[in-house]
């Protein structure tokens, strides 16, 4: 029997119904070598998943981040169920709001006031509103992903649909480049800096706060999207971890371990700015479910040692993996990026092979081995040394087989499933 039955036939249906059987991008079928890959969860249990069909996988996605604590995380379910029995969204607010509010308060250096939204490009978004409308300024720049909304695609690759005037709005900047930064801020009147304050290995030393003077010298509100780095570097985030509080930051994915909620927070000043009519709102914002999650979730992200388990876990797999590319000779190939937090591998092409073709045979071997990755990998707390060993072990028979690939300059005899087709490609072989 086809391993995969259940999934492959859920598939085919929700093909004709749903763009690519699946709402987010990265989770769909595309993104995984074919016939290697589950599409459809059964159940999750710490940090393993269940699929439909019953195989159980090692997961290292972690929804994309929001599992921080572990899938039907006991504490959680509890907070979460007894919520369920009252209300979800009520015609009021719940008091939980206001203990999650002051939480939150507490535990990010730089909020002061708190507004609750659902997604991570809802959070981003208010942030970026708030500062354009505290300096009556236009012009953002940016650096990362933000989320979906068209300030922010609209100044990607990915920006069909956005109209011109508003891309013209929005420019990037490098990331750990100051000069880049200083030369925008003074072609432009920015309203706001908007940055993902840990990409690849981290900032370099003094860049952030280096970010904050220059932003403000030029008139700019900063803002950290501390959407993926909020809760999984430092439960304060990434402003706790360098010392650096930004003017707003942005929260989401991690914050209820996978219950929908983020929130847009920061300077007292700025966020009264919503009661003076700028306009944050949303019908799921007091949504109490989640909220229930989130001080559940956050009770156990303080308890002593959680973030200190995560880092020496991930510095294991960060370490390890870096000796594998060693161990086959694979600089040219492979890159690896992250903080132990969070890091993993991207592929380059090599002789007739594309990135693509190299990335097929990564995923198909870690899958092959009972674990589900996206390239980066995610950490929740139970994470041990043992998962550690068997991605590592993972990791060791992808990179022995990209290396044969590469010398054979073929996938032939070892790629034997379908190769990964995102829809976002990158522009290099
Ligand atoms: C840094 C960052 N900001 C914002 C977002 C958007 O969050 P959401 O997809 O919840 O809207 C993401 C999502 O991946 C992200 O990684």
Redesign the pocket.
């Known amino acids: 029997m086809d391993r995969f039955e259940r999934s492959e036939q859920l598939l085919a249906r929700e093909r004709k119904v749903s763009p690519l059987a699946a709402q ?1 991008y990265s989770k769909s079928y595309r993104y995984f070598s074919g016939g290697c890959a589950p599409s459809y969860m059964d159940h999750g249990e710490g940090c393993y998943i269940y699929d439909v069909d019953g195989n159980r996988f090692l997961d290292f996605m972690c929804a ?2 929001p599992i921080t604590v572990g899938y039907n995380e006991p504490a959680v379910n509890e907070a979460v169920i007894r919520q369920v029995g009252k209300f979800s969204s009520g015609s009021l607010q719940s008091e939980l709001e206001v203990r999650l509010a002051e939480k939150l308060c507490a535990i990010i250096p730089c909020a002061e006031m708190v507004r609750f939204v ?7 978004t208010a942030a970026v509103r708030l500062a354009r409308a505290y300096t009556g300024r236009d012009i953002v720049l940016m650096s ?5 909304h068209d300030w ?1 695609i609209g100044a990607s690759e990915n920006h069909k649909g956005v109209p011109e005037a508003v891309r013209n709005l929005t420019k990037n900047f490098e990331y750990n480049d100051l000069g880049d930064l200083e030369e925008k801020l003074k072609e432009n009147e920015v309203a706001a800096v908007i940055l ?1 304050p840990i990409q690849s290995s981290g900032p370099k030393d003094g860049y952030l706060a280096a970010v904050k003077d220059l932003a403000h010298r030029f008139g700019a509100i900063l803002i950290f ?5 909020g809760f999984h570097y430092a439960l304060g985030g990434a402003q706790e971890l360098f010392g650096v509080k930004p003017d707003l930051v ?1 929260f ?2 991690g914050m209820a371990n996978g219950y ?1 909620i ?1 929130a847009v927070a920061g300077r007292r000043d700025l966020m009264e700015q919503i009661e003076q009519g700028v306009f944050i709102s949303t019908t799921f914002g007091g949504d109490s479910v989640p909220m229930a999650a989130s001080l559940a979730t956050i009770e156990i992200l303080e308890q002593p040692g959680f973030y200190e388990h995560i880092v020496r876990i991930g510095t294991m797999m960060r370490d390890g993996i870096q000796a594998c590319v060693d161990r086959y000779h694979l600089q040219d190939v492979v890159s690896v990026s992250g903080m132990p937090q969070h890091c993993g591998v991207s592929f380059e092409g090599a002789g007739s092979l594309s990135y693509l073709d190299i990335q097929s045979v990564y995923s198909q071997t870690m899958l092959q081995a009972g674990i589900l990755v996206f390239a980066i990998y995610f950490l929740n707390r139970h994470h041990t040394e043992k998962e550690a060993q068997m991605y590592l072990e993972a990791t060791d028979r992808a990179f022995s087989l990209i290396r044969r690939a590469v010398d054979a300059d073929s996938l032939e005899g070892i790629l034997t499933g379908g190769k990964v087709d995102p829809v976002f490609k990158r522009n290099i072989k």
């Open positions: 987010t994309l981040g659902k997604n991570g490009g809802d959070a981003t990362g992903y933000h989320g979906m922010s993902e999207d501390e959407v993926v780095s942005a989401g994915k929908a983020s």
